[in-house]
């Protein structure tokens, strides 16, 4: 097997583990996730079989994705491949995940183009996912969408850039968090995000303490903490919906 390990590229920690590196380090070009290594991708790879599902977090973050799939005992590779994606942005979820961190949740944006990962899954691997977001749990916070290209238009940097005719996304069951102005914000890192909502919301720091440290460090594994903290975001009024709700099914 060739390619270099995650340790060699820098893309071995998890923000599971490592809450304050959320959504962790992305690869910089496509590559195939293998274990603990990243292989090379050609435009003869094909992916039948396979479904296109648009990483706005962690996801695109190959530690991360091995360690998903390691606790499951699922071997098989991941392509993940770099793509233009118009008509979509990345916000902050309504909700404190139980992993410690504010997590990411996409949001409609007519003419924004990201630069994001197209993950394409198999059926196990695709289960998976689905269980790390709570897609089939009552109490999840995500739902998994259809995204047709009409409306988000995703061409993947392989296969001559052709557009895909939809693809797969997790939106978050509660909405995006706005910046004040009633319009999602964008996602940044997870210290600085932390640090506006715990300066801005007096009651979010009752809770979770002043720094972004406290706030990973006592919500981290606290099912009820984290339940609060999501409640509290409602009830502050700080929450606006996705836009992609009408593509949940």
Not at 6 to 25: F, H, I, K, N
Not at 45 to 66: F, H, I, K, M
Request: proline fraction near 7%; charge should be negative.
């Amino acid at each position: 097997m060739q390619g270099r390990t995650l340790e060699e590229l820098g893309l071995a920690v998890a923000p599971r583990d490592e809450p304050l590196s959320y959504p962790g380090m992305w690869p910089e070009e496509s590559g195939l996730l293998a274990g603990d290594r990243m292989l090379s991708l050609d435009e003869d790879d094909t992916y039948e079989g396979r479904v296109p599902v648009l990483a706005v977090g962690s996801n695109a973050c190959p530690g991360q994705l091995r360690h998903k799939m390691a606790e499951s005992g699922i071997t098989s590779p991941i392509p993940m491949v770099k793509a233009h994606v118009t008509g979509l942005d990345v916000g902050v979820s309504g909700h404190v995940s139980l992993m410690g961190y504010v997590s990411a949740s996409p949001f409609k944006a007519r003419g924004t183009v990201r630069e994001l990962f197209l993950t394409w899954l198999d059926a196990e691997q695709l289960a998976v996912v689905d269980a790390s977001e709570g897609v089939a749990s009552p109490t999840g916070a995500y739902d998994r969408a259809w995204l047709p290209s009409c409306d988000v238009r995703v061409e993947p940097e392989l296969d001559c850039g052709r557009p895909l005719p939809g693809t797969y996304v997790y939106v978050n069951r509660r909405g995006v968090l706005h910046g004040g102005n009633g319009a999602p914000r964008r996602h940044r890192d997870q210290h600085s995000l932390l640090t506006e909502l715990l300066v801005s919301t007096p009651r979010l720091r009752e809770l979770f303490g002043d720094t972004p440290e406290e706030f990973c460090a006592r919500a981290r594994f606290d099912r009820r903490l984290c339940a609060r903290g999501t409640r509290l975001f409602a009830e502050e009024k700080l929450v606006v919906a996705s836009g992609l709700e009408p593509y949940v099914r």
